[in-house]
């Protein structure tokens, strides 16, 4: 059975620059801030991702000055567990869930790099991290819905007396987005996430990534699965010849190396051909099996930035694309999350080309769908 409908995601940076573009301006650009962003809603995007990493400028504050220039996108802001205590994080996003009415969603991310945690003063290996973020999210759910005070004692957390002053701005709180391909991230994903966050492999790959998410969660004892999403860089084209001789260049121009300081920065990016992290690992072993898979997924440029965060790429026209992503949708995936080797003009693109085709689709099939017949009925 097919979703309804998909959640959409872009991502801003507060910088012009990619895998593919020197860095233009300043790091914290105001000004094409808020062009990338309205970029994005005017795009018809339900939400914007802010990235995190030791080097990036604070995603909440970002956050906040996107909201304040833009009227209805959704914010989904990149966290990491560890740097702050669960119950200040708890308030911070509450409290901009509140001036925000309800546009804040957080995506957690355990980290997979141990020189990147190093860099803001993290030193557990990689399951103690998963331990404390599973801690972690409990508390902040807990906070998020508690009305009287409470204490913790925990392994890596401990408080007394803890009131929730500020709360989300709807009942149900604020949706926790989990990123990860390990079983330790299925584990604490399977366990917290309302949508399970995968990078953009092969289809049946896939399945099984969502299988092994589904089967964490079902462990845990929860009866809503968490929803799936599935990144990817779409190079579109007026044409398939046109698509697939952009796609070359933009490889040609990773090779060259102009982008390399903006993937070096990724969090997953550790500088050698063997990531630390399953999800990057995932990426470089479906491409040594080959560069194009499915309808038109490519991966040679995962190969080319060390698959240092979501790299691999949908070639073809718009209808190609659609109809690629619609593929994920029908193995399950609710959320796709799409961002542009050329991000400004890319996402503009996505908005006039690609996603009115996939919710076009998505609501035929959905208009289309024959009735349930109640049980016991005649046939």
């Not at 901009?96 to 969603?105: H, I, M, N, P, S």
């Not at 906070?143 to 803890?162: K, L, N, Q, V």
Request: proline residues 7%; aromatic residues 8%; hydrophobic residues 35%.
């Amino acid at each position: 059975m097919t979703s309804p409908s998909v959640e959409f995601i872009g991502m801003i940076g507060t910088q012009d620059a990619s895998e593919t573009r020197p860095a233009a301006g300043p790091v914290i650009d105001p000004a094409y801030t808020t062009r990338f962003a309205r970029a994005h809603e005017d795009a018809g995007f339900d939400r914007i991702l802010i990235g995190y990493s030791s080097t990036r400028p604070d995603g909440l504050q970002v956050a906040a000055y996107v909201a304040a220039r833009t009227e209805r996108l959704g914010l989904l802001v990149a966290h990491r567990p560890g740097f702050i205590a669960p119950t200040l994080a708890a308030r911070s996003f509450a409290t901009l869930d509140q001036f925000t009415e309800g546009r804040v969603a957080v995506h957690t991310i355990t980290g997979g790099n141990d020189a990147e945690q190093r860099r803001d003063g993290d030193y557990l290996d990689k399951d103690e991290r998963y331990d404390r973020t599973d801690e972690y999210l409990g508390i902040l759910r807990r906070a998020w819905s508690s009305s009287e005070p409470f204490r913790h004692e925990g392994r890596h957390y401990r408080f007394e007396d803890y009131a929730p002053g500020v709360l989300p701005y709807r009942s149900s709180g604020i949706p926790l987005y989990f990123g990860g391909s390990s079983r330790a991230a299925y584990r604490v994903g399977g366990k917290h996430a309302d949508t399970f966050a995968l990078w953009g492999e092969p289809l049946a790959e896939t399945a099984e990534q969502i299988a092994s998410v589904r089967a964490a969660a079902e462990a845990a004892g929860r009866t809503e699965l968490p929803g799936i999403s599935v990144s990817f860089r779409p190079i579109l084209g007026p044409t398939e010849e046109l698509a697939w001789e952009r796609a070359h260049r933009i490889l040609d121009t990773i090779k060259s190396g102009s982008g390399r300081p903006f993937f070096d920065q990724a969090p997953h990016h550790s500088g050698t051909p063997a990531p630390q992290n399953t999800g990057s690992q995932r990426l470089l072993a479906a491409a040594a099996k080959a560069d194009v898979h499915d309808r038109c997924l490519w991966t040679p440029t995962a190969t080319a930035t060390g698959a240092g965060g979501n790299t691999t790429a949908l070639v073809g026209t718009p209808e190609t694309v659609a109809q690629a992503l619609l593929d994920y949708v029908d193995i399950g995936v609710t959320t796709i999350l799409i961002r542009g080797y050329d991000p400004l003009d890319d996402a503009i693109d996505y908005g006039r080309h690609l996603l009115p085709l996939v919710r076009q689709e998505l609501a035929h099939r959905a208009a289309t769908a024959a009735p349930l017949t109640p049980a016991g009925s005649a046939r």
